[in-house]
């Protein structure tokens, strides 16, 4: 489980981690675009359909012994209940990873320059993603984390990949 604000580097982790290990990789972001698409309205319930969608089809893939990354901001206690109760039920381990950018500015330039296509999720503004920081619910779990300002993608992806691989 993949976990961070926008901008920090999950869905490209998550992308690397996945090839490497031959995973399922599920992202929230693509979930919830053809749902905006529908004409449903962004706000909590699509959220949280888009996780109850990922989880659907995570669990099949678990119960089928594949790994599965999942690639989430992840910021609540409902949202990592999601996981726990997926892994609970497929008697599956999970692994919370938390990736930050350490260096405010680098994580807002991250953001400015940012494209990933999506019309109906689109990019958050610097001001929105500093609301989720200050509304980031505190890990209850063991947690690994990274910061990617500090480490590239691949060395990530690479720490991600012995993990997975080490199961």
Known sequence: MISG??????????????ARTASVHLSIDAVE???????????????????????????????????????AVNDSEDARLTWRAAAARTSSP??????????????????????????????PTWAEVQRRRADYAAWSDEVLEFDTAARTVDEVADALSARVGAR
């Open 33 to 71: 675009e053809p749902i905006l698409a529908c004409g449903l309205q962004r706000g909590w319930q699509v959220g949280v359909a888009a996780y109850e969608a990922a989880r659907a089809m995570a669990e099949p893939n678990l119960r089928l012994g594949r790994s599965v990354i999942i690639d």
């Open 94 to 123: 999970i692994d919370f990873v938390h990736l930050v950018v350490a260096d405010s500015q680098e994580h807002e330039r991250r953001l400015s320059g940012r494209d990933r296509s999506l019309a109906y999720v689109g990019e």
């Open 5 to 18: 604000l926008p901008g920090v580097g999950k869905t490209s982790v998550a992308e690397i981690a996945a």
